[in-house]
């Protein structure tokens, strides 16, 4: 709560529209009274539940990984364990939150805010080694994620080889909260006349090419066949397209938008803003032979291209503060400190501590061990001291704000320590 409240304050502090309505001397009694949800930082009454205020800064990249292999025979699509495990860790080393689909969707909506560095995981084509290999990893992380599956090539289908994952596979993982989307029935070019491959009952296939009505009821069968398959077969809402290659153009997207699809995905890795078009979200394709594009994706929210407004807000909890966020100390000269190592790469002469009525101080920095502190020298004489921490990261600002009480009856006793005694309120 507070934490969300903290990334309000810099939301209205950087000028967003809409926080006006959230009068700043409120802060003080809203960070001591922790009440549910945002509604309670509304002042006027709210008829219908306020909706959160969304960090409207905030980036997200979405990647894209198909096989996982120990040898890699077609870097196109196939990735090592290791190497897709070591990418997965730079991503949590660099301090990018990874989300699930549904919350970055709930996020362009408005409805609900998320970190200022994210990515999204997709698996792309429904393969065995996802299930076996791909998802045990993201479990180690505690990772969500994306499968885009083309029901033709599921096991049992007319393009589902032994290599291919099974609906019961896919029902385990649905059932552990996967997310399971659309990525056509037979996987190819969707643009009318081009050439397409036919398969018939028998498994007999034929190369043609479509137009008029017999193009329009394949694509349909394409875009809505596979939607509405996968959400009998595993009990599911759908509401996410990946177009195969990337190929589509006006048409197609209106009939995935008819058919009901929120979002359509391509394969033009581009990072994805408040503002990204959701019938066309680009995600990174990695491939094993071309590591570039991680790094180079990873690099595009690393740094801040939008001017002075891009600032990271760090969770107080991920840099074990002392005091702690909500925690009252029973000395009115607490030792302030927090633990930076988490956050990344800290540019040592970057690090600055503001403390409420006192402004910046003079902290002492250690770059070893991450460790920034300061002493409070004079007493402290309100209720509570926010604290904001900041430093720059790999050229970007990266922020935290936390909240502790004091407790007045002790702190008016003569100070005979300096260390605080800390009580936990929760
Ligand atoms: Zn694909």
Not at 32 to 47: D, E, I, R, W, Y
Not at 156 to 163: H, R, S
Not at 191 to 219: D, F, S
Not at 360 to 383: C, F, I, L, N
Request: aromatic content about 8%.
């Amino acid at each position: 709560m507070v934490h969300r409240l903290a990334i309000i304050l810099i939301i209205c502090a950087l000028g967003f529209g809409g926080c006006k309505k959230f009068g700043h001397g409120a802060k003080e009694t809203q960070l001591l009274n922790p009440g549910p949800s945002s509604a309670a930082l509304t002042p006027t009454p709210a008829l219908t539940p306020a909706k959160p205020v969304v960090d409207q800064t905030a980036q997200t990249i979405i990647f894209c990984y198909h096989r996982f292999v120990d040898k890699v025979r077609y870097p196109g699509t196939e990735i090592t364990p290791p190497a897709f495990e070591a990418e997965m860790k730079e991503l949590k080393d660099r301090g990018i939150t990874v989300i699930g689909m549904q919350d970055l969707l709930a996020w362009k909506r408005g409805d609900k805010n998320i970190p200022p560095r994210c990515a999204v995981i997709t698996f792309d084509d429904g393969w065995k080694s996802q299930y076996e290999v791909g998802w045990p990893i993201m479990k180690k992380f505690g990772y969500p994620f994306t499968m885009f599956i083309y029901t033709e090539g599921v096991r049992g289908g007319q393009l589902g080889g032994g290599e291919a994952i099974t609906w019961e596979q896919l029902a385990d993982m649905r059932d552990n909260g996967v997310d399971i989307e659309a990525h056509t029935a037979t996987h190819q070019d969707l643009r009318e006349g081009h050439n397409i491959m036919l398969a018939a009952a028998g498994g007999k296939r034929t190369k043609t090419k479509l137009v008029g009505p017999e193009y329009e009821q394949w694509l349909q069968s394409e875009v809505v066949g596979c939607k509405q398959l996968l959400e009998q077969r595993l009990g599911i809402k759908v509401n996410c397209f990946a177009v195969p290659f990337g190929s589509y153009n006006e048409h197609v997207k209106e009939v995935a938008r008819k058919a009901g699809y929120e979002a359509m995905f391509t394969v033009y890795g581009q990072p994805i803003t408040f503002t990204s078009p959701l019938d066309s979200l680009g995600r990174y394709a990695i491939e094993a032979n071309k590591p570039k594009v991680f790094a180079d994706a990873v690099k595009m929210i690393g740094t801040s291209s939008g001017g002075a407004a891009a600032v990271a807000e760090v969770g107080a909890a991920n840099l074990s503060t002392q005091p702690a966020d909500g925690e009252t100390v029973r000395t009115a000269l607490p030792l302030i400190k927090a633990n930076l190592s988490g956050v990344g790469a800290i540019e040592p002469g970057s690090v600055q501590m503001r403390v409420s009525g006192l402004g910046v101080v003079p902290v002492s920095y250690d770059p070893k061990t991450g460790t920034v502190s300061y002493q409070v020298t004079q007493k402290m004489r309100e209720k509570s001291c926010t604290v904001i921490v900041s430093a720059k990261s790999e050229g970007k600002k990266v922020e935290a704000h936390w909240t502790f009480g004091i407790d007045q009856n002790a702190a008016a006793a003569p100070a005979t320590s300096a260390s605080p005694s800390p009580t936990k309120k929760k």
